[in-house]
């Protein structure tokens, strides 16, 4: 059973940065690409960044592109999400989850239980 812990939310103002962290368990983490998705109220949730098994390859969506930086550590099983000028249309709670696969773009199957993150304005 994969065990997924997102740490790191919280409140910071609008233009200021916080990193959100990931640890997982109960599978071979250096395998799988690893994914941040979003969800605010009232939205569907997104994938906002993803990252390959060995970080080779990396995706962003378009609205935190230049803003946000994925990366991993598969020593200490902890995946990353960087989040710097953040805005108020960032608040969300963000989840950690395992891809299927290998790569990034094969769907994911395992979920963090979310963390919070609060953009003030």
């Known amino acids: 059973q994969v065990s997924l812990v997102e740490s790191g939310g919280g409140l910071v103002q609008a233009g200021g940065s916080l990193s959100l962290s990931c640890a997982a368990s109960?599978?071979?983490?250096?395998?799988?690409?690893m994914g941040w998705f979003r969800q605010a109220p009232g939205k569907e949730r997104e994938l906002v960044a993803a990252i390959d098994w060995d970080g080779s390859d990396t995706y962003y969506a378009g609205s935190v592109k230049g803003r946000f930086t994925i990366s991993r550590v598969n020593a200490k099983n902890t995946v990353y999400l960087q989040m710097n000028s953040l805005k108020a249309e960032d608040t969300a709670v963000y989840y950690c989850?395992?891809?299927?696969?290998?790569?990034?773009?094969?769907?994911?199957?395992?979920w963090g239980q979310g963390t919070q993150v609060t953009v003030s304005s």
């Open positions: 989850a395992m891809g299927r696969r290998s790569s990034w773009n094969r769907g994911y199957d395992s």
């Open positions: 109960g599978r071979a983490f250096s395998s799988y690409a």
